[in-house]
């Protein structure tokens, strides 16, 4: 029984050493993860910041290279169209200056613009680097009209006369400075539909009525 009372202190000794032991190589390990987690964070953050100068740089190099580059300003603005819109009035629709940049220029929206145009059928925009922009234009060949009755802008109702293309498409008309050149007797006498549902008229849309 003394034997035993003698050796319970060393064995408390060896005990708390062992606690320091690992509590020691716990903190240790907690350090290791601390760096690993520094130099994780340290190699993402320089790989954003990387990326993001190379992805400015890229930007400003092409902006500066290309798209307001003077050496791809329009100079010519060839349009053509198989109708009777004016070029002129084509240029302003479609948003197009002369001194523009040629690549910078957005062809869907050139295209989306002129399209919104109920008399233009369909239309191609084509670069052609390094100063001149191609239009070519479709237009819908009227074939009748129609009138349809609608409140006045001052009140009572007016008459809004419209036109349509052999599919039924609504036409609105030309005003006289749209016109390449003077419109014909012909081209103002369209043989009238009447009984339209008024509804259904809207520009650039296809009538469906079967009497139409």
Not at 142 to 161: M, S, T, W, Y
Not at 163 to 189: K, N, R, T
Request: charged share 25%.
């Amino acid at each position: 029984a003394m034997t035993w009372f003698k050796r319970q202190p060393r064995n408390r000794r060896l005990g708390r050493q062992y606690v320091l032991d690992v509590k020691l190589r716990s903190s240790q390990v907690r350090a290791a993860r601390a760096r690993l987690a520094a130099v994780a964070l340290a190699v993402v953050f320089g790989s954003v910041l990387g990326i993001s100068l190379l992805w400015r740089g890229g930007q400003w190099a092409l902006d500066r290279l290309v798209y307001e580059n003077k050496a791809f300003a329009i100079e010519q603005l060839d349009i053509q169209t198989d109708g009777v819109i004016s070029p002129d009035q084509l240029r302003r629709w479609a948003g197009v200056r002369l001194g523009e940049n040629l690549l910078a220029l957005d062809l869907a929206r050139v295209r989306r613009d002129l399209k919104m145009v109920s008399l233009i059928q369909s239309v191609s925009v084509e670069r052609i680097p390094p100063h001149r922009l191609c239009v070519r234009v479709v237009e819908r060949e009227p074939v009748a009209q129609v009138g349809v009755l609608r409140p006045g802008a001052h009140g009572g109702v007016e008459r809004i006369p419209f036109q349509l293309d052999a599919e039924g498409c609504v036409i609105v008309p030309l005003q006289p400075s749209e016109w390449a050149a003077p419109a014909s007797a012909a081209a103002q006498q369209l043989p009238l539909i009447t009984g339209v549902n008024p509804n259904e008229v809207q520009a650039g849309r296809k009538i469906e009525q079967p009497q139409v």
